[in-house]
């Protein structure tokens, strides 16, 4: 399986699992919540943070950004989609702050005109999310930047993700399984579509999961996932359609910490006795 570098760390089979904290639009609009959600995936580990940058008026319809909305913002879905974005200034102190801390980040960009702006900072990398994984012009401008790519396939068919594929190349693309709902039930998580992926596509295979709790994280792991993403925020009850399927500080602790142990327990298949069963092995075994 070929393998990706991400600013000197690699992706793939048999190598370390990178890591991920979505922290996506769970910062409400507030530079103070993002650099906070920042420094404690930091704290817990993590490889990458990554967040979401749109244009409010090519992503989304005026008829839909018109549609009445409350929120923290006002009373419609413009006033609320605004009020989540960031601008320039808010991402250049989120770039120097990441850069302080010695922590990679990236963005989801659902434009092209998002795509520029991100590039100006020079990411590691490229996110495109499940939604955008039919717009081909799209998925084309990403890789004529030149930089990994990662492509969630929720809510998407085996044939649209291998059109997908076919107009980015499996140079330098990572595929993350993932099910377009928050929260995911259990039942429809569907975890064997990861060893599906590997075993179609020669590109390094991850998991992006939408679900409650850490347990089925960890066994995407297991099935082979090469790439771990979660949302993240510091409180589920905060206001936001992501809060309810992100993890808070602690579940993604225990993701990295359960991630980085298994790692360890997997070994290499090769049957031995350890040093430490020879003393037990001659106490309690017969001649």
Sequence with gaps: MKEVIINGKTVGTDCPVFIVAEVGINHNGSVDIAKEMIRRANNKGVDAVKLQKRTIEVVYSKEELDKYRESPWGKTNRAQKEGLEFGKDDYDEIDQYCKSLGLMWFASCWDKV????????DPPCYKISSASLTDHDLLKYHMAKGKPVILATGMSTMDEIDAAVNVLGKENLILLHSTSTYPCKPEELNLKVIKTLIDKFDVPIGYSGHEVGVSTTVAAVALGACMVERHFTLDRSM????????LEPEGLRHVVDYIR????????GVKRVYD????????????
Excluded at 279 to 287: A, F, M
């Design 114 to 121: 998002s795509v520029d702006f991100i590039d100006q900072y």
């Design 261 to 268: 142990t298994f790692e360890k327990a997997i070994g290499d």
């Design 239 to 246: 206001y936001g359609s992501d809060q309810a399927a992100s």
């Design 276 to 287: 430490s069963e020879v003393l037990i092995k001659d106490k309690l075994r017969k001649e």
